[in-house]
């Protein structure tokens, strides 16, 4: 029985990280937004989770019925985030490409989206709890 660990959790859980990682590159940006040179860096998830449910690839994975036992197909069906670096395009006259505006743009951005996670993995917990204990 998988009470936690299905693929809605799973890609809760790889947006949780995807949204961890990026406010720590928004960060990142935002502390070096005065360094000559700096190339902002962007974290990609979304769009690489919603590539691949769109393709509805069928993966077929092994059932693991012991944790000892060796893992057949792939581990996990959530994309890994994928963080690249703009070294195409320049703000500044220090070759710096971090607009100040955008990275708090995105930086609430991903404040509401990390909210919107935890509200839904924690109704999800509130329904299996609800299931668990019997009550309606």
């Known amino acids: 029985m998988q009470l936690l660990n299905g693929v809605g959790f799973d890609r809760l859980e790889g947006a949780l ?13 935002i502390a070096n937004v ?3 040179y700096y190339k902002k860096s962007e974290v990609s998830f979304e769009s690489l989770l919603q590539s691949q449910v769109n393709e509805g690839r069928i993966v077929l994975r092994g059932r693991q019925t012991d944790p000892k036992h060796m893992a057949i197909g792939p581990a996990n069906n959530v994309p890994d985030t994928l963080i690249t670096t703009d070294q195409s395009t320049s703000m500044n006259n220090n070759m710096n490409n971090v607009d100040i505006d ?10 509401l ?3 919107a996670y935890i509200e839904q993995l924690n109704s999800r917990i509130r329904m299996m709890r609800t299931a668990v204990e019997g009550r309606a």
Do not use: G
Request: proline share 3%; hydrophobic share 30%.
């Open 17 to 29: 990280k995807a949204a961890n990682t990026r406010q720590s590159v928004i960060a990142n940006n």
């Open 34 to 36: 005065d360094t000559p």
């Open 102 to 111: 955008s990275e708090m743009s995105s930086l609430a951005e991903n404040q």
């Open 113 to 115: 989206r990390y909210n």
